[in-house]
């Protein structure tokens, strides 16, 4: 098996996982070591995967990997919407080109792919409503991070009509985890508050989000790989949608502190205001159920990931905050 994007937050977990849950693998992780990738992050499993450095738009080299390998499991993208409303060009690239230079060497070595992709290239849904996206959703991604996403999905999808690869394709809603960048929302609320800074939500904080615990998405994805149709996008979510006002003030309780005890900053432009997946093919297909029923429970082990882990973060804190600085937030 080869993981692109390994070093990443949900690769890295995910190769813990198949390690522990799917010992018949073989697996070769490709990253390029991007500051979002963090070699220490595979430590645990260093005897069990062979790590290779290197870049996805790299044809030579990626057709080299992909001759050895029977299935593709690609993770490998720029990642964080603000980053992408900073400079799109990495996100062009690696999302774009990337994911057409992999396509185009299982395609010449008839490799079977699963492609990772997000809810956001379905845009957001409104605020007041019940519906969710599916399967069937128009896409109309709103920020150049979704863009490529999207257009990244599009080509899997004209590959798999037009060549025949055989690929499967999945859009999970956010995931929370061990391993995640300080970047992020949770990991970043909670690495503020270990180290004295107040948590920072955008805008009113009424934006909604869906949380997915890691392990549940990584699970889907194995359960996809194993029965999954050629060609099809399943979706993933939870089911847990909260505000990130809400969220803000849980990891304030949970850690001890008052609620309130956080700042309002400057709105993301264009920024989504709800996301949720009807992940009921997964669901009554495959027989995906999510294991972390409780989001309380799982952001508290979360958090205590963070508390006994700071070795792993620190380096990349200032760093994030210092560029959160520059744009206002
Ligand atoms: P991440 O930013 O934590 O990790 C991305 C990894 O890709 C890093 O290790 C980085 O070094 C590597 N990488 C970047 N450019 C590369 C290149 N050109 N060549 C090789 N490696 C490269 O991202 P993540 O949050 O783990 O997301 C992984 C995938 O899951 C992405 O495709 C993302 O779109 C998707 N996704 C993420 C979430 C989420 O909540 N984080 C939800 C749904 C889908
Ligand atoms: O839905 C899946 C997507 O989830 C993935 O495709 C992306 O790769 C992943 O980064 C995530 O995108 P979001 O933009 O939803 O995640 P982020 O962690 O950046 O922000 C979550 C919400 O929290 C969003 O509404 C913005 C808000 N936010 C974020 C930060 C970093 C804050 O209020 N304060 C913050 O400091």
Redo the contacts with the bound molecule.
């Keep these: 098996m080869l993981v ?8 890295a977990n995910f190769v813990h996982y198949t390690v522990r849950h799917h010992p018949e693998y073989r697996i070769r992780v ?5 500051y ?3 070699r220490a992050s595979l430590a645990p499993v260093d005897d069990r995967v062979a790590f290779v450095p ?4 790299d044809a030579a080299l990626v057709d080299s990997l992909v001759a050895d390998a029977d299935v593709v499991v690609h ?6 919407v603000d980053n992408s409303l900073r400079d799109p060009e990495p996100f062009v ?2 999302n774009l080109i ?1 994911t057409f230079t992999l396509l185009e060497a299982v395609r010449r070595h008839g490799v079977r792919f699963h492609h ?4 956001e290239v379905f845009g957001d849904l409104p605020l007041d409503a019940t519906g969710k996206f599916t399967e069937q959703t128009a896409y109309d991604p709103s920020s150049p991070y979704s863009a490529t ?1 999207a257009g990244s999905d599009l080509l899997v999808r004209a590959w798999v009509r037009s060549y025949g690869v055989a690929a499967t394709l999945s ?5 929370y985890g061990p391993f ?2 300080v970047e ?1 929302f949770i990991p970043r609320q909670v690495t503020n508050v270990l180290t004295g800074e107040r948590p920072k939500l955008y805008g009113t904080g009424v934006n909604v989000r869906e949380w997915t615990h890691v392990d549940d998405h990584n699970a889907a994805v194995h359960l996809i790989l194993r029965q999954g149709r050629i060609g099809e996008t399943y979706l993933i979510g939870s089911g847990d949608e909260r505000s990130n006002r809400e969220i803000v003030e849980l990891i304030l309780a949970l850690m001890d502190r008052p609620t309130d005890g956080y700042d309002h900053v400057p709105d993301r432009p264009g920024h989504d205001l709800r996301y949720a997946n009807d992940s009921t093919r997964l669901r009554t297909e495959l027989g995906w159920r999510p294991r972390f029923d409780s989001f309380r429970d799982g952001l508290a082990a979360t958090i205590d990931w963070y508390r006994a882990n700071e070795w792993w973060w620190k380096p990349q804190k200032q760093a994030t905050e210092e560029s959160y600085r520059r744009l206002g937030r």
């Design positions: 692109t994007g390994g070093a990443g937050f949900i690769g490709l990253d390029a070591l991007t979002a990738g963090n290197g870049d996805i738009c993770f490998a993208a720029e990642s964080h690239r690696t990337g990772i992709s997000t809810d996403k859009n999970c809603a956010n995931n995640q960048h992020k």
